[in-house]
């Protein structure tokens, strides 16, 4: 019965109130201290808390992020809780929810995805927290070895290779 109490707490409110619930616990985290790397291994215990409590030296961006995602959202999150970025973008593809950069101007509460040219099946990814007219800040877990809030100017962006777009989170919650 906690359970599924604190599940429908997580889910309460309209898509956008959830959406900033997600967007509001990504900031809290960036402004903790705890939840940095321990000897550079992707691991400590705060990071242990968005891999639901496994212990690897598995990169964590995504499962942040995705922890973010299911601590806002509870069982309206669209997408599974994963370790994998790239899972997250082909799961957004496949519904029909995922603009290449370029093409659509992010929202907070979407998810920026970048993707390795290199190696398509991995990349990063991250909460985007804030527009502007120049760009957007997007909280990242495993940023630096810890969670950070990191500004990116759309020329930027845009520029950049190994960014790949955005899940529009704010079509898809809704």
């Keep these: 019965?906690?359970?599924?109490?604190?599940e429908n707490n997580r889910a309460s409110g309209s898509p956008s109130e959830r959406l900033l619930?997600?967007?509001e616990i990504a900031k809290a985290e960036a402004r903790r201290n705890d939840n940095v790397e321990t000897n550079g291994?992707?691991?400590?215990?705060?990071?242990?808390?968005?891999?639901h409590g496994a212990?690897?030296?598995?990169?964590?961006?995504?499962?942040?992020?995705?922890?973010?995602?299911e601590e806002g959202l509870g069982s309206k999150m669209p997408f599974k809780w994963t370790g994998s970025s790239q899972a997250v973008r082909k799961a957004a593809e496949r519904a029909g929810k995922f603009s290449k950069?370029?093409?659509?101007?992010?929202?907070?509460?979407?998810?920026?995805?970048w993707t390795k040219q290199s190696d398509p099946a991995h990349g990063h990814i991250g909460i985007i927290?804030?527009?502007?007219?120049?760009?957007?800040?997007?909280?990242?877990?495993?940023?630096?070895?810890?969670?950070?809030t990191n500004t990116y100017s759309f020329a930027k962006l845009q520029r950049d290779g190994f960014f790949n777009g955005y899940v529009r989170m704010n079509d898809w919650v809704a």
């Design 129 to 148: 927290t804030k527009v502007t007219s120049s760009g957007v800040e997007i909280t990242e877990g495993n940023s630096g070895n810890r969670v950070k």
């Design 21 to 23: 619930k997600m967007v």
């Design 1 to 6: 019965l906690n359970n599924q109490n604190s």
């Design 101 to 113: 950069k370029g093409t659509y101007t992010p929202r907070v509460g979407d998810i920026a995805i």
């Design 55 to 69: 212990r690897n030296s598995h990169q964590w961006c995504s499962y942040f992020t995705t922890w973010c995602a």
């Design 41 to 51: 291994n992707n691991d400590s215990s705060r990071i242990r808390v968005y891999k």
